[in-house]
Nanobody, 121 residues
């Protein structure tokens, strides 16, 4: 069982940066692939980025590739999403998620409560 708590969201001007954190509880964190997703009102939750348990494999949505970086610190049970060159269309509630096995764009078992990111134009 893994419990996830996101932090680091906020209001930032276009072109700015934010770093989201996701703190996990549970002794098996290092065995889970982790992902970040986002959702805006009226739209389905969309995949943003994922990272394997050992951080050797990462995936990104095309819309954030080159701007966002996912990383993790297994000693701290934390996964991060560094977001640079933010755009107004990045505005959303961001969720972290965990799954056993390889990182994917779907089929995650555990979810955080989300953190709001708002990018002003």
């Amino acid at each position: 069982q893994v419990q996830l708590v996101e932090s680091g969201g906020g209001l930032v001007p276009a072109g700015g940066s934010l770093r989201l954190s996701c703190a996990a509880s549970g002794r098996s964190f290092s065995r889970y692939s982790m992902g970040w997703f986002r959702q805006t009102p009226g739209k389905e939750r969309e995949f943003v980025a994922a990272i394997s348990w050992g951080a050797s494999v990462t995936y990104y949505a095309d819309s954030v590739k080159g701007r966002f970086t996912i990383s993790r610190d297994n000693a701290k049970n934390t996964v991060y999403l560094q977001m640079n060159k933010l755009k107004p269309e990045d505005t959303a509630v961001y969720y972290c998620a965990g799954r056993a096995g390889v990182p994917r764009q779907a089929e995650y078992d555990y979810w955080g409560q989300g953190t709001q990111v708002t990018v002003s134009s």
